[in-house]
């Protein structure tokens, strides 16, 4: 795969009122097109996504009406990375040298209100109050802590740990520090997870600009490779986000395949991993998913949190610019959120929040409903 | 087999009868098993014997088209488990005056695990591990002002301990 981001562009998340999602898709835009030293009108191939926000390639009527081909991709947290992998797939084949992946979205406050139905699902699952992602995390995470002998108090350094990288980044939604014991003392939501361990769904735009290894040679800016990016499905045995019932034997999430995958068409390990942003609807998913992305053992987690290992300064940095739990969850952006810090990473740009060492080596995962990962990895 | 709607009144094992007083959510979800019991209705499949809640038409694990009503075990662990703290927006249709209420997943038997709210005792939180019953409770009335019944699992023995 030869394929560089050429330009990175983000309207800021959180609320932002009198701003569509749709409107804030397009100030991402503009804002990639001008990192990378393009212009709308250069771009052959366009892809993009929202859930909330209506449909994505309705940007084309302010940033041009050029007849370029644009797909609208639709697949829950794992949205922008599946529009990363058709962009790549453009560019791969050699249909387009240029290509704008656009991801935004704009959803009411609180938890999201899933419609059974939608998944194949009687209406029974949602009437009765089952329906929650909310309560699938809460039980994943018990489980985990239970079958790993892992400390609750676990879940709360996590979202300090958000809050405070929140805190150094200007895009981010929540940008105040909260204390360990002011978030294991907020209210529950659903136990062992309070308040302030969930992202919550809210509002922002990214986009990207990628181009070929033929194209990014005659662009200014400082080209950030493209590795590889993968996207898996479940599998049955896996315990996944509304399941009236699960097999009695267990098998891997597809995030354990998506970032296996991944990593070997990059040839590259996880231990050559600097810096990562992996899916943390909540404290709890950040933790599974250091061991399902093979980030480190399963089991692991509990000595590289208390040891600050996944810290902005720490050996293995893990969600810089404050994951989902600091920057809401708008669906359709989030994905590509992870690749826009990486990039910033990669490029060392990141500011407050640099990681030290020059970074090469850069991953992200996104997991969501009904059973969907992807993962991508950039190296510089 | 017969239609549990068709089949008289009755309480097994003392449990509260699904259609007794008002409706059950989705009859669907239940039929008798072979001791004429109320028993959560499930399919297996004919080729490799993968059980799923509710019935599919075809096999998850093998996708064979051929599967069968399989009347699920009525006791089993519990797996894991949250608490439901907020009142989820609609489609939940439960009491404007919430209350909160536990869920898990239940082990029967190895069979399958099934996803269920929980009855547990209000003064303590559900525990992984412990023993649980299939029962039948009300959870929320309807516009007519009628109880609706779903299923749910509580725990065998109050205190948790292992039913002696």
Redesign the interface.
Known sequence: MSVSVVGIGMHPFGRTPGVSGRQQGIIATRAALADAGVEWKDIQFAVGGSISAGYADTVVNELGLTGTPFVNVSNGCATGASALMVAVSMIDSGQADLCVAIGFDKHDP??F?A??ESVGL???Y???????TT?FF???I??YL?DHDLPVSLLAKVAAKAFRNGALNHNAWRRTPLSEHDIAAA???????TKYMFCSPGEGAVALVLASAKKAATLASRPVVLRSVVQRTRR?GSFEVF??????ERADSPTVEAAAACFEDAGIGPADVDVAQIQDTEAGAEIMHMGETGLCAAGEEEKLITLGHTEIHGPSPINTDGGCIANGEPIGASGLRQVYENVLQLRGDAGARQVGGGPRVAFTHVYGSPGVSACTLLVR | MAHPAEAEDRTPDGTEDPWMGGRFVDPDLICLNGDGESALRGSRCDRCAAITFPTQSSCPRCAATEMSIHPLPRHGVLWTYTIQRFRPKTPYDGPADFEAYPVGYVNLGDEVLVESRLSAPPDRAPRIGEEMELIFTPYTRDADGDTVRTFAFRAVAEDGGEKP
Request: zero cysteines.
């Open positions: 609180g938890a209100n419609d059974p009687g209406s029974w949602g009437s009765t109050g089952l329906m929650l309560q809460g039980m994943k018990q489980r239970h209210p529950m939501v659903s136990d062992p997870l049955y399941s009236p019932w699960l097999a009695p």
